[in-house]
């Protein structure tokens, strides 16, 4: 019979649900860094915003986020970038060029054992120096303070990754990382 000290831990696995935005860790669900910032109240308030302008909205994020993810793979075709979110898609590429900024992985999900959060960073690169960087993308007009406190969580020593899509978690390969919203 194996004892704790020699018996190998098993692999914790993150899945996570797009529909419901539920994160789970060996199907225990776990909060979001964003839905804890929302329990906190110190996420903007939109109830006042008809609920087809926040759809467009997340719809226009969607794509956004994908367009930006094939322009890092080199495998967008620019004439699939719908219009409105080509001043977006142009802005990304601007902001990889002005800071040299090299992706590395899209979309990765995240877990932190000791705090009990996922998340998904939206990009994962190096600035020069080959300093690691988060990167937030956001489709909108105002940058809110609560997205410099989701880099933090996503930033925060003692992270987890998943392959996109989810899968075992390992611990990340990367140093304390720098934070951006862009």
Known sequence: MATLETEAAAPRVLAFDPTSHT???????????TQLLDDAGLTPDY????PAVLQHAR???LHVDACCDLLDADDLDWRSVHPEALPYVEAWLAFREY??????????PLYHPTYGYAGT??????LPG?????????????????????????????????????????????????RLGV
């Open 23 to 33: 994160y789970r860790v060996d199907g225990a669900a776990v909060p979001s860094v």
């Open 47 to 50: 109830s006042i915003v008809p």
């Open 59 to 61: 719809e226009r994020g």
């Open 99 to 108: 800071e040299a900024f090299t992706p590395v992985a899209a979309q990765v």
């Open 121 to 126: 960073a939206d990009a994962v690169g190096l």
């Open 130 to 178: 080959n300093r690691p960087v988060i990167v937030e993308r956001k489709s909108t007009a105002k940058m809110a303070a609560t997205y410099a406190l989701q880099t933090a969580g996503y930033a925060l020593e003692g992270m987890y990754f998943a392959p996109p899509g989810g899968g075992v978690l390992a611990p990340v390969p990367w140093g304390p990382p720098a």
